[in-house]
């Protein structure tokens, strides 16, 4: 049976918990809302299959995955469509494509009050919550054991998800049903804590004393390079903390200190990502700064797939050595205070951390001021563009 001795060893996909056929195993958050396999050792048998099932490790599926995958600079052709996507509508054209063939998609939208959620759409109007990245770890409830059923009802199925969450859908899926699944992975920097996220709202209505009525996790009004969330309340008013929280990775899970999906052999049939760095295949492809996405084709009918909807979208090939980012080289590096963080949290609340950890010390914002003054003056005096 499953024993996950180190936090760092489990990125919570559920898939134990899903393919346990006693129903044994019990998914648990911790302090932060990160979710862990508990096992009821009554229950359960010792048949092996939790741990069979798990794909949190090197030995993930690659079987299917193309000697080299096949890089694309993509943005959808309709500008409406990438203004409502996070970078260039790569999810909206393989969505749509898939929706129209009468498929489902899941992706990540809400439930209750802003809870990042795993959920099923068969409309465009459903999919379209799916839109925008929620940098928070999703809830994925019950979802591969829905996922299984519209598989066995012979269903085509689009699962969008992370690297962890696809290559734990994928071992629990198993090869048979396989055919018609289409998985879509992201490259992925890493997921802060849902109770985290479940707080931090908290405190900005107290302080606001306000219902938050919409949230965007990173907002294209500022650019699509930028990275300000903006909340909207009753009137409308905008804050940066969580954003600088992710960025510090002083919040992430464990496990995406360990990830290992930091390579080119993805675990989904294509992947997608912001192309950071698209000027590197055409200067003209960042212009606008409202996005610019990355389809990478991982296996054959990963190929077949970006065939169907390549004339939906401009694109641009992208060779290898231009698309690589941190995240497809090792895991994010999480903070020397990771778990002072964890701790601090448990004893003091969520008000205490935001204190301590959550703003961005003065010498950073100077420096930061600092070199963009310095490239401003280099510009002047023409030595940077
Ligand atoms: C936690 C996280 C970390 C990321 N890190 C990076 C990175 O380091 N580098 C990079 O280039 N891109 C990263 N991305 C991907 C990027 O932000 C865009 O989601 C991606 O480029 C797709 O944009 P789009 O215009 O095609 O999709 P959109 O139409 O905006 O769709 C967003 C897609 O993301 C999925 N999604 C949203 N929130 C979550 C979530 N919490 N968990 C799982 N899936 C989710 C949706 O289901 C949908 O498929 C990250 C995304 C997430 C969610
Ligand atoms: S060993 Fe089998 S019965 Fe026991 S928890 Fe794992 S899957 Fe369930
Ligand atoms: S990584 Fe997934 S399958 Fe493995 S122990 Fe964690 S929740 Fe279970
Ligand atoms: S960084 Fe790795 S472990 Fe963390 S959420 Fe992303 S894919 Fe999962």
Request: net charge positive.
């Amino acid at each position: 049976m499953i024993n996950i001795l180190d936090k760092k060893d489990c990125c919570g996909c559920t898939a134990c918990a899903s393919i346990c056929p006693r129903s044994a195993i019990e998914m648990k958050p911790d302090v932060l809302g990160f979710i862990y396999p508990e096992i009821d050792k009554n229950k359960c048998t010792d048949c092996g299959l939790c741990d069979k099932v798990c794909a949190f490790n090197d030995n993930y599926d690659k079987s299917l995955n193309l000697s080299e995958p096949i890089a694309y600079a993509v943005r959808h052709k309709d500008m409406a469509e990438i203004m409502k996507s996070q970078s260039g509508g790569a999810f909206a054209v393989l969505s749509d494509y898939v929706l129209e063939n009468g498929g489902v998609v899941y992706g990540v939208g809400y439930n209750g009050h802003f809870v990042a959620t795993h959920k099923r759409a068969v409309t465009k109007e459903q999919r379209d919550e799916f839109r925008g990245s929620k940098y928070v770890q999703s809830d994925l409830t019950g979802i591969f054991k829905q996922v299984k059923d519209d598989l066995k009802n012979g269903q085509t199925v689009l699962f969008s998800g992370t690297p962890c969450q696809t290559a734990g859908l994928n071992s629990f899926v198993g090869k048979t049903l396989r055919k018609k699944l289409y998985l879509v992975d992201l490259i992925c920097h890493g997921v802060p804590g849902p109770f985290m996220w479940r707080d931090y709202l908290n405190y900005l209505e107290n302080k606001y004393k306000r219902k938050i009525i919409k949230v965007n996790f990173r907002d294209k009004a500022f650019g699509w390079k930028s990275h300000k969330e903006t909340f909207l309340f009753a009137g409308s008013t905008s804050s940066t903390s969580f954003t600088y929280i992710f960025y510090e990775h002083i919040a992430f899970r464990m496990s995406c200190g360990n990830c290992h999906f930091t390579n080119l052999k993805r675990p989904g049939d294509i992947t997608i990502c912001d192309y950071w760095g698209c000027e590197r295949t055409d200067p003209k492809l960042g212009e606008d700064n409202q996005g610019c996405s990355l389809m990478i084709c991982d296996t054959a009918k990963g190929l077949t797939f970006f065939e169907s909807v390549r004339d939906r979208m401009n694109i641009v090939p992208a060779r290898l050595e231009n698309i690589i980012q941190p995240n497809m080289e090792h895991p994010s590096v999480l903070h020397p205070k990771r778990l002072d963080f964890e701790n601090d949290y448990e004893k003091h609340g969520f008000k205490y951390v935001l204190k301590k950890y959550g703003t961005e010390p003065l010498w950073k914002r100077a420096y930061r001021f600092a070199r963009k003054c310095g490239g401003k003056v280099l510009r002047m005096v023409g030595l940077k563009k």
